[in-house]
C-alpha cells in the first residue's frame, strides 16, 4: 500500500515556467489537499477537493490551478512559476470530513529561479 | 490573520521529562484539533486529535489538552524520548468547512 505519492520530489524552474506537481493516492480518499511549507509560515493550505470534479481555493491558491478528474489522482498547475513559489509542497488525503486525520505524502521541493 | 497560533518556534526539553507544546486558535467554531509530527525531508504524520466536546484525549505517552474557554490546546509528551525530535504541527477544522488549518509548528529538540 503506497498511500500518498508525489512527483517528482525535486525540481528547479526558472520564472515563467510551467508545471505540474503530481499526486496519486490508492486509499480510495475522497478528501484531497495541497499545502505548501515555507520558513517560519507552517502549511498552508492552497487548494483542496472533496471528491472528483469538486475542488476549491485554499488560504493561498493565487498562482495555482487544480483538477480533479479522478479520486486517485489530484494534480497541482503552476501556470507561470515566480520565485515566491520556491517552498516545498505537500499533497494530503483523508478518508472523510475534516475531522478525520490526513495521510501526507513526502513532498515536492520546488525552487524557482 | 492566523488561527492557528503555536507562539514557540522551539523547545528543548531533557530526555525522560515532560514536553509541553502549546497551540492557541482565534475561531470559535473550530470543532476538532488535531496534532501532526514532522521529521526532515518526510511529509507529516498523524499523532493525536481531540473533539471540541471533550477536554482530554490521551494515547499512550501523548496527551492533548483543550481548554475551550481559552481557546488554547496543549500536547504533553511525557516521558520525552529522543525519537521525539521533529516538528509539530497544530492543526483545527470546523465541522462546516472542509478545510484544515495549520499552525506554523512548534520544532522539540530531546537533550540526551
Known amino acids: 500500500n503506497a498511500g500518498v505519492t508525489q512527483t517528482p520530489k525535486f525540481q528547479v524552474l526558472k520564472t515563467g515556467q510551467s508545471m505540474t506537481l503530481q499526486c496519486a493516492q490508492d486509499m480510495n480518499h475522497e478528501y484531497m489537499s495541497w499545502y505548501r511549507q515555507d520558513p517560519g509560515m507552517g502549511l498552508r493550505l492552497i487548494h483542496y477537493?472533496?471528491?472528483?470534479?469538486?475542488?476549491d481555493q485554499g488560504e493561498v491558491p493565487n498562482g495555482y490551478n487544480v483538477s480533479r478528474s479522478t479520486t486517485e489522482d489530484f494534480p497541482l498547475r503552476l501556470l507561470s512559476a515566480a520565485p515566491s513559489q520556491t517552498s516545498v509542497y505537500f499533497c494530503a488525503s483523508r478518508d472523510g470530513p475534516s475531522n478525520q486525520p490526513q495521510h501526507f505524502g513526502d513532498g515536492t521541493r520546488l525552487s524557482i529561479l | 490573520d492566523q488561527q492557528v497560533k503555536q507562539n514557540s518556534p522551539s523547545l528543548s526539553v531533557q530526555e525522560g521529562r515532560i514536553s509541553i507544546l502549546n497551540c492557541d486558535y482565534t475561531n470559535s467554531m473550530f470543532d476538532y484539533f488535531l496534532w501532526y509530527k514532522k521529521y526532515p525531508a518526510e511529509g507529516p504524520t498523524f499523532l493525536i486529535s481531540i473533539s471540541s466536546i471533550k477536554d482530554k484525549n490521551e494515547d499512550g505517552r501523548f496527551t492533548v489538552f483543550l481548554n475551550k474557554s481559552a481557546k488554547h490546546l496543549s500536547l504533553h509528551i511525557v516521558p520525552s524520548q529522543p525519537g521525539d525530535s521533529a516538528v509539530y504541527f497544530c492543526?483545527?477544522?470546523?465541522?462546516?468547512?472542509?478545510?484544515?488549518?495549520f499552525g506554523k509548528g512548534t520544532r522539540l529538540h530531546i537533550l540526551p
Open positions: 492543526a483545527a477544522s470546523d465541522r462546516r468547512d472542509d478545510k484544515i488549518i
Open positions: 477537493s472533496v471528491g472528483a470534479g469538486i475542488t
